[in-house]
Nanobody
């Protein structure tokens, strides 16, 4: 049974930083895609960043390029999202998700309904 558990959300002022973590368990794929998504009240869910687990590729939404970094720690089965230079428009519930088996993240990863989802962690950025 796949489980994804996010942590690390919180409230910060604009310009601040947060690091989200996603502890994964039960995934048996060798290569798959994992991503971070967010959803603000009244808005549709959007893909923020993704990476090809078992490969080297990373993917970012234009709105976060240069500010957010996705990474993984294989030994800890944990996915991270380092968020710097946060803006009020980054305020949302952030979700971790996994999709596979896949040799790479699909081209429509930002809108794709991944196979497994975590419960989310809230990020609030004040101006």
């Amino acid at each position: 049974q796949v489980q994804l558990v996010e942590s690390g959300g919180g409230s910060v002022q604009a310009g601040g930083s947060l690091r989200l973590s996603c502890a994964a368990s039960g995934i048996t794929y060798i290569r798959y895609c994992m991503g971070w998504f967010r959803q603000a009240p009244g808005k549709e869910r959007e893909g923020v960043a993704a990476m090809n687990i078992g490969g080297q590729s990373t993917y970012y939404a234009d709105s976060v390029k240069g500010r957010f970094t996705i990474s993984q720690d294989n030994a800890k089965n944990t996915l991270y999202l380092q968020m710097n230079s946060l803006k009020p428009e980054d305020t949302a519930m952030y979700y971790c998700a996994a999709d596979g088996p896949l040799p790479w993240c699909r081209g429509d990863w930002r809108i794709r309904n991944f196979d497994y989802w975590g419960q989310g962690t809230q990020v609030t950025v004040s101006s």
